[in-house]
């Protein structure tokens, strides 16, 4: 071989060594590209994956906020409903009452609220307050002093306050000392009964709750 052809040869040679490692590198370069490629489309799906269920979560908390708030202005609205059905009850309550002040059964009615004061009381001088349109009918009112005597146990002196007070009508009570008092007033009787039996009112005015309730085990 001359030394033409054995140049040659090596050129060759290390062209196709070059061309060789040329295109391993190539593949690997392409390897690494895809390899790269596959983990940021991967990270990417995590990535929006995760960022759906944030915002599902996010909108699921929305929702049920939203919701819960709805149900709770829902149960207020039905709460206030209900307090104002049950007040404007005692309002017409006050309002028959005040009509049938000027009726026969109203003088017995205070007549028994004021036996029933001096026997509590226990006797001795009993002073009798009411309204102004009252003070007249307590002055005609007979019998009290015997049947708060005979109550109480020991004679008693009914006297009628000079000064009325300002009630819806009933009587307010105490002995001459007025440490000792016992208040029938209607305005506090009506309260008391809005007190002590509000429930079983509501359970009146709203029967059909009452029959859903489940029945206890």
Do not use: C
């Not at 009381?121 to 309204?131: A, E, L, M, N, Y």
């Not at 009628?160 to 208040?183: C, H, Q, S, W, Y």
């Amino acid at each position: 071989m001359s030394g033409s052809s054995a140049a040659k040869t090596i050129q060759q040679t290390i062209i196709d060594e070059a061309n060789l490692e040329a295109k391993k590198i190539l593949r690997e370069a392409e390897m690494e590209a895809k390899k790269i490629r596959e983990e940021a489309l991967a990270n990417s799906r995590a990535s929006l994956a995760g960022w759906a269920e944030r915002q599902r979560q996010m909108a699921q908390g929305i929702g049920d906020r939203i919701v819960g708030k709805a149900r709770n202005d829902a149960h207020m609205r039905v709460l206030d409903t209900k307090a104002q059905l049950i007040d404007n009850a005692f309002t017409e309550a006050r309002k028959r009452f005040q009509k049938e002040r000027t009726s026969a059964q109203y003088k017995t009615f205070l007549k028994n609220l004021i036996i029933s004061a001096g026997i509590q009381i226990g006797g001795s001088d009993i002073v009798v307050k009411t309204r102004k349109e009252d003070q007249a009918i307590v002055s005609e009112l007979k019998g009290l002093a015997s049947a708060i005597s005979k109550g109480a146990g020991q004679s008693a002196k009914v006297t009628r306050a000079k000064k009325p007070m300002d009630m819806l009508g009933g009587v307010f009570v105490e002995n001459k000392d007025g440490n000792i008092t016992v208040d029938y007033r209607i305005d506090t009787l009506l309260e008391r009964v809005a007190q002590q039996r509000r429930n079983d009112i509501a359970q009146t005015l709203f029967p059909l709750e009452k029959a859903a309730e489940p029945a206890s085990e």
